[in-house]
């Protein structure tokens, strides 16, 4: 342990913060350096650092430092291998403690974030609901779902808490988008193929997308998680869709030869698309593109749509 604790002028220039900000942090939040040698100054430990890391993202993100302070030391000590790992503690309070950080999005974000952390179903629902009423798909996904559901994600790293947080408006936010969906049915053959990737659970953005895909006239199908890539394969081949959007939420899913078995399908798609944060830009196939958002996605799966039915007419 001693050759791994850092000094308070190597810990500020990992995080980048100045060595004031760490005094203070000790100071008035107890966030200090906890390993003492006689002699010698106090030294940061690994789990020193791991919660002032903690204490900077959630500070950047808006949080007060206070708040903050109280998330990074109820965080799990990074145990070594094969060591018992510590109870861990989740937020007291009746409604979970803390908040969930939203980033800069505005007060409909914040709002429904307060309703996930009383676990108000009909409160959540209903703020889904209104912003995709006024503010369609797109727009609902990218300023108001989508900062929610990744400042759950963040608490949870960081306490390993608010799984029914998460589950509650992961719920929600599945039966609003298939709401939107049935609310406008496109016409016409379905011409675009939504998929996970093989053992690909996240399914939440592909229904995003499937929901605009429907908002914008463009019909789809849509075959959920974790599709072995022989299936997607046969899928493609017995439907011939002009675009196959593949999504992959983490590194471990987003395996390119999924891609590259689309590129060689006997019907293959005018376009393929990977999507989500799990792809690499360097591993992919030549002829696939990576869609940098939701309404990319769109536009290019409604332009791969309109060029097939233009040429088909022609």
Known sequence: MVDEAL???????????????????HQRYGL???????????????????????????????????????????????????????????????????????GRAGPAARGLARAAMRLDAAAISEAIAHALATGGVVATWEGLLRPVLAGIGERHAATAGLIEVEHLVSRCV???????????????????????????????????????????????RMLGARVPVGALVEAVNRTGPAAVVLWSHTRATADPDQLSALLAAPRRPLLVLAAGPGWRADT????VVRPVDLAEAVSLAAAVRDSLDQSRRD
């Open 32 to 102: 200090g350096p906890s390993e003492h040698i006689p002699g010698h100054h106090r030294r940061y430990t690994p789990t020193d650092l791991a919660r002032l890391e903690i204490m900077r993202r959630l500070t950047a993100e808006g949080v007060s430092p206070a708040e903050a302070a109280r998330w990074a030391r109820q965080a799990p000590d990074p145990t070594p291998t094969g060591a018992v790992a510590p109870r861990r503690i989740h937020p007291p309070g009746r409604d979970g403690g803390g908040t969930i950080p939203v």
């Open 284 to 287: 992919l196939p030549a002829g």
């Open 7 to 25: 000094s308070a002028g190597a810990v500020a220039r990992r995080l980048g913060v100045a060595v004031t900000t760490l005094r203070t942090w």
């Open 174 to 220: 599945s039966e609003a988008l298939a709401a939107a969906s049935r609310a406008k049915v496109p016409t016409g053959p379905a011409r675009i193929l939504l998929s996970c990737a093989d053992e690909e659970q996240h399914t939440l953005p592909l229904e995003a997308l499937a929901a605009a895909l429907a908002e914008a006239g463009v019909s789809y």
